[in-house]
């Protein structure tokens, strides 16, 4: 099984906009389970601890091997929400490895 990290530094001028971004990023991400079989766990979480290091918004998921990792990627529903990260985000950072 592979599992999919993926962290995000998140746009916005104020608190106020910043909020709104990660709520539509997280609600984009969570409705993507029901729509890609490949995903075998996902869990979204954004960060409650303020730090210099921190990102906020994160994805954890789990597929059973690479091979539907990169389905999962080029999937449709996946691709569209990829634009709306993209449009609401600066930063990101990712990690894959076997569990």
């Known amino acids: ?8 530094k998140v746009k ?7 909020a709104q971004a990660i709520s539509i990023i997280k609600q984009a991400l969570e409705a993507l389970p029901e729509k890609i ?4 766990s996902y869990e ?5 601890i303020e730090s210099n290091r921190a990102m906020d918004l994160s994805l954890v998921s ?7 990792l990169d389905s999962y990627k ?8 990829v634009k709306i990260v ?3 985000t600066t ?9």
Request: aromatic share 8%; proline share 2%; net charge negative.
């Open 12 to 18: 916005g001028e104020s608190e106020a906009e910043k």
């Open 62 to 68: 789990t597929f059973q091997s690479y091979q539907t």
């Open 44 to 48: 979204v979480g954004v960060n409650e």
């Open 91 to 99: 930063e990101s950072r990712v990690i894959d490895y076997t569990i």
């Open 86 to 88: 993209q449009e609401h």
């Open 74 to 81: 080029v999937h449709p529903e996946h691709q569209h929400v």
């Open 37 to 40: 079989n490949e995903i075998i």
């Open 1 to 8: 099984m592979i599992k999919h990290i993926v962290m995000w």
